[in-house]
């Protein structure tokens, strides 16, 4: 079958939805089936053309047997709004000129890119194939959650169109059973809605040899430095920690748009135990997360973040990492679940600095049964064969 993936991240870019894309396509390959990914030059979160690549107006490429088409878009940093969404727009407008010319049987597109369903909508009424829509993140609500904008004309309109995409796709794949429930609240048929939660790539993230670290106790945070991550509230916490304890250290591991504020913070604040490392390839991910003694998920405090699992649950579990995590709801669910470590309540300084010196304590890796079926449970493998069975069984 001919699978034509639409998808604004895509490797060398390391974000989630990347890798999760890469990694479901290239397991498809393997089972048989044409895959093109239409995406754009990697540029993301910085917003700055990669090394080795030109933002021309189309380009061919092959990886791991996927066909891989780049076409121009608008180059924008991870932030602010007006740009962003110039951003996303040229992708989408590209994404149909081209498309239009490639054969599909199905078509995927993928959010948190919200106006690549545009994309998704037009090819399907063209081409008369099914689309599949994957729901990686809740837009526009997402925008209010962060603060970038209030409720305004522009969100209500992108509600519309929201609700829209979600009915005239053939089907919805959602990563977290909260999806579900929303898009279920929004009369979207039950029928269409199927759940495939990210997952661990159990090839690449293995646990090696643990670092003997006998004084540093490590806090490491690896992925995009965002608007919705709360991460000035770590320096806050770090503020308070190195007063009580010099030996535990805070690693910032990544960019985004809040990197240059948040290492501006770090200096005025004087904190000798935050540390701030650039963005690494995929497989350098795991060395890194070896050198943690405890791995931190933090989002800000917000009912919409209720429904989200972040993908470092994943990679820090798979690594046997004990996880932090100021994330309530469905991720919090996850983590007591599999006894892969312990939750503080978003923005809560106390509980924060209480649970971070408990962890310290009780200092060491993920050693439970519970474990064990988390690794089952999320096998990235089983997980794009269950997604498979959804995009082609129509």
Same mark, same amino acid.
């Given at each position: 079958m001919r699978i034509l993936f639409i998808s604004d991240n895509f490797p060398p870019e390391v974000n989630a939805p990347a890798s999760r894309t890469y990694e479901h396509c290239r397991e498809w390959v393997e089972k048989g089936?044409?895959?093109?990914?239409?995406?754009?030059?990697?540029?993301?979160?910085?917003?700055?053309?990669?090394?080795?690549?030109?933002?021309?107006?189309?380009? &061919?490429?092959?990886?791991?047997?996927?066909?891989?088409?780049?076409?121009?878009?608008?180059?924008?940093?991870?932030?602010?709004?007006?740009?962003?969404?110039?951003?996303?727009?040229?992708?989408?407008?590209?994404?149909?000129? &081209?498309?239009?010319?490639?054969?599909?049987?199905?078509? &995927?597109?993928?959010?948190?890119? =919200?106006?690549?369903?545009?994309?998704?909508?037009?090819l399907k009424l063209l081409k008369r194939c099914p689309w599949i829509m994957e729901v990686r993140d809740i837009w526009p609500e997402s925008i209010l959650a962060?603060?970038?904008?209030?409720?305004? =004309?522009?969100?209500?309109?992108?509600?519309k169109f929201e609700v829209l995409f979600y009915r005239t796709c053939n089907r919805l794949v959602v990563v977290t059973d909260s999806f579900r429930d929303y898009l279920l609240k929004k009369n979207i048929d039950d029928s269409k809605i199927f759940v495939v939660k990210n997952g661990i790539n159990t090839g690449l993230f293995q646990p090696g040899q643990k670092i003997q670290n006998k004084k540093d106790f490590i806090v490491g945070y690896m992925g995009?430095?965002?608007?919705?991550?709360?991460?000035?509230?770590?320096?806050?916490?770090?503020?308070?920690?190195?007063?009580?304890?010099?030996?535990?250290?805070?690693?910032?591991?990544?960019?985004?748009?809040?990197?240059?504020?948040?290492?501006?913070?770090?200096?005025?604040?004087?904190?000798?135990?935050?540390?701030?490392?650039d963005s690494i390839p995929k497989k350098e991910v795991p060395s890194m997360i070896e050198t943690f003694d405890v791995g931190l998920v933090n989002l800000k405090k917000s009912e919409t973040f209720r429904s989200v699992i972040p993908s470092k649950i994943f990679e820090l579990g798979a690594m046997k990492k004990p996880i932090l995590i100021g994330v309530d709801g469905e991720a919090r669910k996850m983590v007591e679940d599999y006894e892969l470590g312990h939750f503080f309540e978003p923005e809560n300084k106390q509980k924060f600095i209480e649970k971070l010196f408990l962890m310290k304590n009780?200092?060491?890796?993920?050693?439970?049964?519970?474990?064990?079926?988390?690794?089952?449970a999320y096998d990235?493998?089983?997980?794009?064969?269950?997604?498979?069975?959804?995009?082609?069984?129509?």
């Amino acid at each position: 079958m001919r699978i034509l993936f639409i998808s604004d991240n895509f490797p060398p870019e390391v974000n989630a939805p990347a890798s999760r894309t890469y990694e479901h396509c290239r397991e498809w390959v393997e089972k048989g089936h044409k895959v093109t990914v239409l995406t754009c030059t990697p540029n993301f979160p910085q917003g700055r053309v990669y090394p080795g690549f030109k933002n021309k107006l189309f380009q &061919v490429d092959e990886i791991s047997g996927i066909k891989v088409i780049r076409v121009w878009s608008y180059v924008a940093e991870n932030k602010g709004f007006l740009k962003r969404a110039l951003d996303y727009l040229s992708f989408a407008f590209m994404a149909i000129i &081209v498309g239009t010319f490639l054969k599909a049987d199905r078509i &995927v597109t993928t959010s948190p890119q =919200f106006f690549v369903n545009f994309t998704g909508l037009y090819l399907k009424l063209l081409k008369r194939c099914p689309w599949i829509m994957e729901v990686r993140d809740i837009w526009p609500e997402s925008i209010l959650a962060v603060g970038s904008m209030k409720r305004n =004309f522009i969100i209500k309109t992108l509600e519309k169109f929201e609700v829209l995409f979600y009915r005239t796709c053939n089907r919805l794949v959602v990563v977290t059973d909260s999806f579900r429930d929303y898009l279920l609240k929004k009369n979207i048929d039950d029928s269409k809605i199927f759940v495939v939660k990210n997952g661990i790539n159990t090839g690449l993230f293995q646990p090696g040899q643990k670092i003997q670290n006998k004084k540093d106790f490590i806090v490491g945070y690896m992925g995009t430095l965002g608007l919705a991550h709360g991460l000035d509230f770590i320096l806050e916490c770090a503020k308070d920690v190195q007063l009580l304890d010099k030996d535990i250290k805070f690693y910032f591991v990544g960019d985004g748009a809040v990197r240059k504020k948040l290492r501006a913070r770090a200096k005025e604040l004087n904190l000798a135990n935050v540390h701030f490392f650039d963005s690494i390839p995929k497989k350098e991910v795991p060395s890194m997360i070896e050198t943690f003694d405890v791995g931190l998920v933090n989002l800000k405090k917000s009912e919409t973040f209720r429904s989200v699992i972040p993908s470092k649950i994943f990679e820090l579990g798979a690594m046997k990492k004990p996880i932090l995590i100021g994330v309530d709801g469905e991720a919090r669910k996850m983590v007591e679940d599999y006894e892969l470590g312990h939750f503080f309540e978003p923005e809560n300084k106390q509980k924060f600095i209480e649970k971070l010196f408990l962890m310290k304590n009780n200092r060491g890796s993920i050693e439970s049964k519970a474990y064990l079926q988390f690794l089952k449970a999320y096998d990235r493998k089983v997980l794009a064969d269950k997604m498979l069975r959804y995009v082609t069984n129509l």
